[in-house]
């Protein structure tokens, strides 16, 4: 007998809006379908191993085909009863809707979730849809509903030769893709592809007379025992090693991976790899995949793991994790949270256990660890306290040390006369070499860290430990970077400095967004002339605006580097000696009146110090503007005596280009002409 009705929802039409609303994921409507395959083909093993269905389970599998217009889905599980269609098919819970809809409009994925619409999902791409289905209850009259995208609905008693459910589905004009053999194994690959019964699609091929042509055997497109749903206990390397590159073919074999087997307080299974992270984290990100009852739910696992997490790849299973849901959802979900937290627990354990069961191992693989660990300890708080007893801290010789232990080595020769132990490191060794060397020969050890997030990790270090400090070891000079004592007072006069000050900066090159200061320390006989050091604070603040936007402004600040002048050294003296001798005649007069327009300035400002503001006449003041601007013409002549001197210096050039040589520097045209200098001193 025939009947028909209308669907029992409360909104006039639910088509218009699933169209509308869903259009954008509408290919999620075949994981729907499938997985209510599925799940009936499981029900009826769960009654075949209880006794309740007492006759023979038969083929399981669950066929999809194509033919002409029409893609069907099959199943062999418990099937529908006209009752059961009415209760699950027939009526919707969908009060409330409009409000609803009009909130989360572009959030397909809270709507299906929220309405448990994943059958009706199927209108997305089809303009009818028929179940045809026969109950495994003994006596159950085979039923066919059928249903053009309106409300009305047609049902009526039809003949089925078996147990199970067809779903046939009429695409339509829009959605003509959905009848593509590629379209459809790609979206079976991607969200069915480790479910728990054999899937179905066409027939394997092979190549036959010059094309591919099908076997008379079943195309099973899924993997229905996954590496992740197994005991460990039943895995070897080899399989955890093929099952990632199942899911990553081409990728490099991973470093090592945990197995997740979780039954309380939630369950949970799958398997983290820990690949060989490359330096552009964004590239490695998003590489976990979530499963829900081995259903593919997403591989955008941002904001429902840790952040840092997210440079992990492999699988992670829940049921807890509805299938149907939004990311907003998930973001709150009290059991996602513990689920996350878990996680984090487990990775941390893992790293634990390897680093005191294999430490060799460990040190061995750090340098591909070291960026998702240092990544973990940034961003999570808790994995931090974990974390600080295996990271390690690498050293120019290829040592490796966890924090306490470096901590222990330096602590005797490297703290300063104010009890801060500073830990020395440089970016690069090549580079830095020269300044390596002079710290080695103090009996210091020297840091590697060259790292893409270094810089962060070395503020939160001098953040955690007490009374440390990081310091590059080109930032200053050997005996500033660890003040022991005070420094050796520089032995020179205020016109000594400017002489040297002005000869130094007449070579000194022009780069764009580089800035140099002349400055001047008295470091022994038999330290270097001439060294090049950039401040610590500015270097370390332009690096970190590179990777946070928020400090762009650092960024755009020029390069500042100081060129230190040895004063004890017999070179540097040797250059402000012979200036003394050369620029005598002409600076004589020039310092004379310099020194008498000084006195005159003093005497001017002394007597308007005096005076309130308003008590100083104009006379006074231009008096002393027509001071100031002579002594600045003044000294603009024993400047311009002073750089002609410099530039005809090629010993002044020679130590200029040797210290931008040891800073990488010196490129280019300027790097030949202090070669042909080098030539010319030697002959």
Same mark, same amino acid.
């Given at each position: 007998?025939?009947?028909?009705?209308? =669907?029992?929802?409360?909104?006039?039409?639910?088509?218009?809006?699933?169209?509308?609303?869903?259009?954008?994921?509408?290919? =999620?409507?075949? *994981?729907?379908?499938?997985?209510?395959?599925?799940?009936?083909?499981?029900?009826?093993?769960?009654?075949?191993?209880?006794?309740?269905?007492?006759? $023979?389970?038969?083929?399981?599998?669950?066929?999809?085909?194509?033919?002409?217009?029409?893609?069907?889905?099959?199943?062999?599980?418990?099937?529908?009863?006209?009752?059961?269609?009415? #209760?699950?098919? @027939?009526?919707?819970?969908?009060?409330?809707?409009?409000?609803?809809?009009?909130?989360?409009?572009?959030?397909?994925?809270?709507?299906?979730?929220?309405?448990?619409?994943?059958?009706?999902?199927?209108?997305?791409?089809?303009?009818?849809?028929?179940?045809?289905?026969?109950?495994?209850?003994?006596?159950?009259?085979?039923?066919? +509903?059928?249903?053009?995208?309106?409300?009305?609905? &047609?049902?009526?008693?039809?003949?089925?030769?078996?147990?199970?459910?067809?779903?046939?589905?009429?695409?339509?004009? $829009? @959605?003509?893709?959905?009848?593509?053999?590629?379209? /459809?194994?790609?979206?079976?690959?991607?969200?069915?592809?480790?479910?728990?019964?054999? /899937?179905?699609?066409?027939?394997?091929?092979? +190549? #036959?007379?010059?094309?591919?042509?099908?076997?008379?055997?079943?195309? =099973?497109?899924?993997?229905?025992?996954?590496? !992740?749903?197994?005991? %460990?206990?039943?895995?070897?390397?080899?399989?955890?090693?093929?099952?990632?590159?199942?899911?990553?073919?081409?990728?490099?074999? %991973?470093?090592? !991976?945990?197995?997740?087997?979780?039954?309380?307080?939630?369950?949970?299974?799958?398997?983290?790899?820990?690949?060989?992270?490359?330096?552009?984290?964004?590239?490695? *990100?998003?590489?976990?995949?979530?499963?829900? @009852?081995?259903?593919?739910?997403?591989?955008?696992?941002?904001?429902?793991? %840790?952040?840092?997490?997210?440079?992990?790849?492999?699988?992670?299973?829940?049921?807890?994790? %509805?299938?149907?849901?939004?990311?907003?959802?998930?973001?709150?979900?009290?059991?996602?949270?513990?689920?996350?937290?878990?996680?984090?627990?487990?990775?941390?354990?893992?790293?634990?256990?390897?680093?005191?069961?294999? *430490?060799?191992?460990?040190?061995?693989? +750090?340098?591909?660890?070291?960026?998702?660990?240092?990544?973990?300890?940034?961003?999570?708080?808790?994995?931090?306290?974990?974390?600080?007893?295996?990271?390690?801290?690498?050293?120019?010789?290829?040592?490796?040390?966890?924090?306490?232990?470096?901590?222990?080595?330096?602590?005797?020769?490297?703290?300063?006369?104010?009890?801060?132990?500073?830990?020395?490191?440089?970016?690069?060794?090549?580079?830095?070499?020269?300044?390596?060397?002079?710290?080695?020969?103090?009996?210091?050890?020297?840091?590697?860290?060259?790292?893409?997030?270094?810089?962060?990790?070395?503020?939160?270090?001098?953040?955690?430990?007490?009374?440390?400090?990081?310091?590059?070891?080109?930032?200053?000079?050997?005996?500033?970077?660890?003040?022991?004592?005070?420094?050796?007072?520089?032995?020179?006069?205020?016109?000594?400095?400017?002489?040297?000050?002005?000869?130094?900066?007449?070579?000194?090159?022009?780069?764009?967004?580089?800035?140099?200061?002349?400055?001047?320390?008295?470091?022994?006989?038999?330290?270097?002339?001439?060294?090049?050091?950039?401040?610590?604070?500015?270097?370390?603040?332009?690096?970190?605006?590179?990777?946070?936007?928020?400090?762009?402004?650092?960024?755009?600040?020029?390069?500042?580097?100081?060129?230190?002048?040895?004063?004890?050294?017999?070179?540097?003296?040797?250059?402000?000696?012979?200036?003394?001798?050369?620029?005598?005649?002409?600076?004589?007069?020039?310092?004379?009146? =310099?020194?008498? !327009?000084?006195?005159?300035?003093? &005497?001017?400002?002394?007597?308007?110090?005096?005076?309130?503001?308003?008590?100083?006449?104009?006379?006074?003041?231009?008096?002393?503007?027509?001071?100031?601007?002579?002594?600045? $013409?003044?000294?603009?002549?024993? @400047?311009?005596?002073?750089?002609?001197?410099? #530039?005809?210096?090629?010993?002044?050039?020679?130590?200029?280009?040797?210290?931008?040589?040891?800073?990488?520097?010196?490129?280019?045209?300027?790097?030949?002409?202090?070669?042909?200098?080098?030539?010319?001193?030697?002959?």
């Amino acid at each position: 007998m025939a009947t028909q009705g209308s =669907i029992g929802v409360t909104s006039e039409n639910i088509f218009p809006v699933i169209k509308k609303f869903l259009y954008s994921d509408h290919e =999620i409507f075949l *994981r729907e379908v499938v997985s209510n395959a599925i799940d009936a083909t499981q029900k009826i093993k769960t009654l075949s191993s209880v006794g309740e269905f007492k006759g $023979e389970l038969g083929d399981l599998n669950v066929r999809i085909k194509i033919d002409g217009d029409k893609l069907i889905i099959s199943d062999r599980g418990i099937g529908m009863t006209a009752e059961e269609i009415d #209760k699950y098919i @027939n009526q919707i819970a969908f009060s409330g809707a409009e409000e609803f809809l009009e909130k989360y409009k572009n959030d397909t994925a809270a709507i299906i979730g929220h309405f448990g619409l994943g059958f009706y999902s199927l209108f997305m791409v089809a303009k009818k849809v028929e179940i045809i289905t026969q109950s495994y209850k003994e006596g159950a009259v085979a039923m066919k +509903w059928s249903c053009e995208g309106t409300p009305e609905y &047609d049902m009526e008693e039809t003949v089925k030769a078996d147990r199970g459910t067809d779903i046939i589905l009429y695409i339509d004009d $829009e @959605n003509k893709e959905f009848l593509e053999k590629s379209k /459809i194994t790609s979206l079976l690959t991607k969200y069915c592809r480790f479910l728990p019964v054999p /899937i179905v699609f066409g027939k394997k091929q092979e +190549w #036959k007379d010059g094309k591919y042509v099908d076997t008379e055997e079943d195309n =099973i497109i899924n993997d229905t025992q996954p590496a !992740w749903v197994r005991k %460990p206990a039943d895995l070897k390397d080899e399989d955890y090693k093929k099952f990632y590159q199942e899911l990553y073919p081409m990728s490099d074999e %991973p470093l090592f !991976w945990i197995h997740l087997n979780v039954d309380y307080p939630f369950h949970l299974t799958g398997i983290l790899y820990f690949p060989r992270i490359k330096s552009n984290m964004d590239m490695n *990100r998003n590489k976990i995949q979530l499963y829900s @009852n081995q259903v593919f739910v997403t591989d955008s696992v941002e904001g429902i793991v %840790p952040e840092f997490l997210t440079l992990l790849h492999g699988v992670i299973d829940s049921p807890d994790i %509805p299938l149907n849901v939004s990311r907003s959802y998930l973001q709150s979900d009290q059991n996602v949270k513990k689920i996350s937290s878990h996680i984090t627990k487990k990775v941390a354990d893992r790293l634990e256990e390897i680093f005191k069961s294999d *430490r060799p191992q460990f040190e061995e693989k +750090w340098d591909s660890l070291k960026l998702f660990i240092q990544y973990g300890m940034l961003s999570d708080e808790k994995f931090y306290d974990r974390a600080a007893k295996f990271a390690l801290l690498k050293d120019v010789d290829n040592g490796y040390f966890t924090l306490d232990e470096y901590q222990k080595l330096i602590k005797e020769n490297q703290t300063d006369k104010d009890g801060t132990l500073v830990y020395l490191y440089t970016t690069n060794k090549d580079e830095q070499y020269s300044y390596i060397h002079a710290a080695k020969d103090k009996g210091y050890s020297i840091l590697i860290m060259d790292g893409q997030l270094d810089t962060h990790a070395i503020g939160q270090f001098e953040q955690k430990l007490e009374k440390v400090r990081f310091v590059r070891v080109d930032s200053d000079t050997i005996d500033n970077l660890i003040k022991k004592s005070d420094s050796n007072a520089v032995s020179l006069t205020e016109n000594q400095k400017t002489a040297l000050q002005e000869v130094f900066k007449s070579q000194l090159p022009n780069l764009e967004k580089t800035d140099f200061i002349v400055t001047f320390e008295a470091l022994g006989d038999r330290a270097n002339p001439v060294m090049l050091t950039q401040s610590e604070y500015m270097r370390r603040m332009r690096e970190m605006s590179a990777m946070q936007p928020g400090m762009s402004f650092y960024g755009e600040m020029p390069d500042s580097y100081s060129l230190v002048l040895n004063t004890d050294h017999p070179l540097v003296k040797n250059i402000l000696a012979d200036e003394e001798k050369a620029c005598n005649e002409k600076l004589e007069p020039v310092l004379a009146d =310099i020194k008498g !327009w000084e006195a005159r300035q003093a &005497d001017l400002r002394e007597a308007q110090n005096k005076k309130k503001e308003e008590e100083i006449t104009a006379e006074e003041k231009e008096d002393m503007s027509a001071t100031n601007k002579k002594l600045d $013409e003044l000294r603009a002549q024993q @400047n311009s005596v002073l750089a002609e001197y410099g #530039k005809g210096n090629p010993v002044v050039g020679q130590l200029i280009d040797l210290a931008l040589l040891g800073n990488g520097l010196l490129k280019g045209e300027p790097l030949s002409r202090f070669i042909k200098r080098s030539v010319d001193l030697i002959k």
